[in-house]
């Protein structure tokens, strides 16, 4: 989670706290922060130790390019753009290297509608 702060507050606080509840391994991707909701937080993608599926961005929009930049050089599958965060350039460039790309919603949000169509 690209964003993530400590701050309980916060929305991506929130979202990732729901997010662990649910079974998901969250790792947080700050310079500002060490440690969110008992997980290391590091300072790049990069600096992530491990395999990276998802890229959720909790950034403005206009921060999103270079975070999709080091997305494609980790290797993620899906870029992930909460509410209110859309970029054109970047889903552009993340769809050109064969990533998922999804603008404009909250995986919380996603999560709880598609775990509610599971269980009708």
């Not at 494609?72 to 859309?86: D, F, L, N, P, Y």
Request: net charge negative; hydrophobic share 45%; aromatic share 4%.
């Amino acid at each position: 989670m690209v964003g993530l702060s400590s701050n309980p507050m916060r929305p991506s606080f929130g979202v990732t706290e729901y997010m662990q509840e649910a079974g998901y391994r969250i790792i947080p991707v700050n310079p500002n922060e060490t440690e969110v909701l008992g997980e290391r937080s590091y300072a790049r993608l990069e600096d992530v130790p491990e395999k990276i599926e998802i890229v959720n961005v909790f950034r403005r929009a206009e921060e999103v390019l270079p975070v999709v930049e080091s997305a494609i050089r980790v290797g993620a599958k899906v870029v992930w753009m909460q509410s209110g965060v859309e970029n054109a350039a970047a889903a552009e460039k993340a769809l050109a290297a064969g990533m998922v790309v999804i603008e404009d919603a909250c995986i919380l949000v996603e999560h709880r509608r598609r775990a509610g169509e599971l269980t009708r």
